[in-house]
C-alpha cells in the first residue's frame, strides 16, 4: 500500500506529487487533479518525469511501482513495461497526480493510516489547492473543462473585451509583438486573460470576428531539410487526401503576449517545446471584409462541431454519429479506445502513424471483443473526424487549447478552418495574406 507522496519534475520544471490517496483541498473537495484518468495521459506525464531529470535511472518510479504492486521480485527493468504498469494506476483512478507549487513543503510525505483500510487523512501540512467538486457541478477532475464559470457573475466577457487589440494590417500585428517582448523582457510573461475569461469567450457562442488569427508549427520541410517558409510550395498544415485543410489556430489577440517566444506560444498552444527545432508562427490576414466574406473560422467547441461536422461530412458520416461522439461522455471513452488502438497497433508491427488509416481502425474495431456493433460504428465515426480534421483523443470540446507546461489549465481560446484545397505557403506569402514569424532552433543560431 503506498504510504508516501511522491515527488517529481517534468522537463519545463515544473513539480508534481503522485499519491495513492486523493488530496483535500481547503474547501473540503477533491484537488483537481493535473491530468484526466486516462492511460494516455499517464505515460505522457511519466515521459516528461524522466526527460525532466529527476530520475534519471528511474529509480523512483521503480519505487513507486514496488509501494503500488508489492511485489519486489517483478519489479520492471524495461521502460516500457514499467510505465504501461504506472500509467495503469493512474488510469483506474488508483494514483493520484497533482500539480505542486513547492515540493519541499511536502517534508518526508509519510502518511498515517487511521484504521485497517481506511484511506487516512491528510496531515495539516499537506499541499491544499482550490476546486471545483462534481457536487458544485464541476466537470470531471483533470479536465479543462473543470474551470469554474466565477467570471459571469464579474462580467468577465465585457472585461476581456476591454483587453482586446484590433491591429488593422500584419505590420501592426509585428509592432504589437515587439512592444510585447520588451514588456516580457522587463516584468516577464502575463497570461493576458483569466481562466474565467477564457472560458466565457469559449462558451459565449459569439462567432471569430477577429481579423487576424495565427498558427503555430515546426517550419515546413522536405525530405527532413527545413524549408523557408515562402519558398515551400505546400499549404501551411497537411493537406489530407480529400483536399481538406485543417488549420487548427487562435486569434492574434490571443497570442499577441506571448510575443515570439517559441517556447512560451508553444506552451498556450499545449504543445510540446523542443529547443532545437525550427517554429514558425503565421499570422494569417482574413481581410478588411472578413466578417462577410473571410474564411470560415470558428470555436471548436463540442456544440459548433456537431453542426460544422454534419455539413462537412455531408454523405460520409452518418449526424446522429456525428452527435454522440461530439460530447464530453464519448471524449473520456474515446482516448481510452485511442490508448487501446496505438497498443493494438505496436502488438502488430506497426508505426502510430499507422493510426490515421481508416483500414487499420476497422481491422482494431473488428479484432475489439469489447466493443458492440454500436461502438465499432461510433468509434469509426470519430476515427474518421480525427484522421480528417485532427481532432485528436485529446480534444476537449470546450474551446479551448490546454496549457502544456500547466496541465489542466487553458491556455487560449482555440479556432479552426477547415479549408479546400488551400494555396501553398509561396502564394499565401507573396500575396500578403500571411506573415511568417521564423523562430530558429538552437542549432540554426
Known amino acids: 500500500m503506498l504510504n508516501k507522496v511522491y515527488g517529481f519534475t517534468c522537463e519545463l520544471r515544473l513539480e508534481y506529487s503522485l499519491t495513492r490517496r486523493p488530496a483535500i483541498g481547503s474547501d473540503g473537495f477533491p484537488r483537481m487533479e493535473a491530468i484526466p484518468r486516462c492511460r494516455t495521459y499517464a505515460r505522457q506525464m511519466f515521459e516528461r518525469f524522466l526527460l525532466g531529470g529527476s530520475d534519471p535511472f528511474m529509480y523512483r518510479l521503480q519505487d513507486l511501482w514496488l509501494d ?24 483506474s483512478g488508483e494514483l493520484f497526480i497533482y500539480r505542486e507549487t513547492d515540493l519541499s513543503s511536502l517534508g518526508p510525505g509519510h502518511y498515517e493510516r487511521s484504521g485497517p483500510g481506511a484511506p487516512p487523512e491528510p496531515p495539516e501540512d499537506a499541499p491544499r489547492t482550490s476546486t471545483v467538486s462534481p457536487a458544485e457541478g464541476g466537470a470531471r477532475s483533470g479536465s479543462v473543462s473543470a474551470i469554474p464559470v466565477a467570471g459571469a457573475a464579474l462580467g468577465g466577457l465585457a472585461m476581456a473585451q476591454d483587453k482586446a487589440v484590433h491591429p488593422t494590417s500584419l505590420e501592426e500585428c509585428i509592432k504589437i509583438l515587439e512592444k510585447r517582448r520588451t514588456e516580457i523582457a522587463e516584468k516577464g510573461y502575463q497570461p493576458k486573460y483569466t481562466d474565467d475569461e477564457l472560458y466565457e469567450m469559449a462558451q459565449s457562442g459569439q462567432p471569430v470576428n477577429d481579423r487576424f488569427v495565427v498558427r503555430f508549427s515546426p517550419a515546413p520541410s522536405v525530405d527532413g531539410n527545413t524549408v523557408e517558409p515562402e519558398n515551400y510550395d505546400g499549404p501551411m498544415a497537411h493537406e489530407r487526401n480529400s483536399g481538406r485543410h485543417p488549420l487548427w489556430m487562435s486569434t492574434f489577440d490571443q497570442i499577441e503576449a506571448a510575443d515570439t517566444d517559441p517556447a512560451l506560444i508553444a506552451a498556450v498552444f499545449g504543445t510540446r517545446y523542443e529547443p532545437d527545432k525550427d517554429y514558425v508562427l503565421y499570422i494569417v490576414d482574413r481581410g478588411e471584409d472578413h466578417e462577410t466574406n473571410g474564411s470560415d473560422v470558428f470555436v471548436p467547441t463540442f456544440e459548433n462541431m456537431r453542426v460544422k461536422l454534419k455539413s462537412e461530412f455531408a454523405g460520409e458520416l452518418d449526424p446522429e454519429m456525428i452527435d454522440k461522439v461530439m460530447t464530453e461522455e464519448y471524449a473520456l471513452e474515446f482516448r481510452q479506445h485511442w490508448s487501446d488502438f496505438n497498443v493494438y497497433l505496436a502488438e502488430s508491427g506497426l508505426d502510430w502513424k499507422k493510426s490515421f488509416e481508416t483500414d487499420n481502425a476497422e481491422k482494431f474495431a473488428k479484432d475489439n471483443p469489447n466493443m458492440s456493433k454500436e461502438d465499432k460504428v461510433v468509434f469509426l465515426t470519430r476515427h474518421a473526424v480525427l484522421a480528417e480534421i485532427g481532432a485528436f483523443e485529446v480534444f476537449t470540446g470546450n474551446g479551448l487549447t490546454e496549457r502544456y507546461d500547466e496541465p489542466g489549465r487553458p491556455g487560449a481560446l482555440e479556432t479552426l478552418d477547415i479549408q479546400h484545397n488551400p494555396d501553398s505557403l509561396k502564394e499565401s506569402i507573396s500575396g500578403g495574406k500571411v506573415k511568417a514569424i521564423k523562430m530558429p532552433g538552437k542549432k540554426s543560431t
Open 68 to 91: 503500488l504492486y508489492q511485489a519486489p521480485w517483478a519489479i520492471p527493468q524495461d521502460k516500457e513495461q514499467l510505465l504501461t504498469d504506472l500509467s495503469v494506476k493512474v488510469a
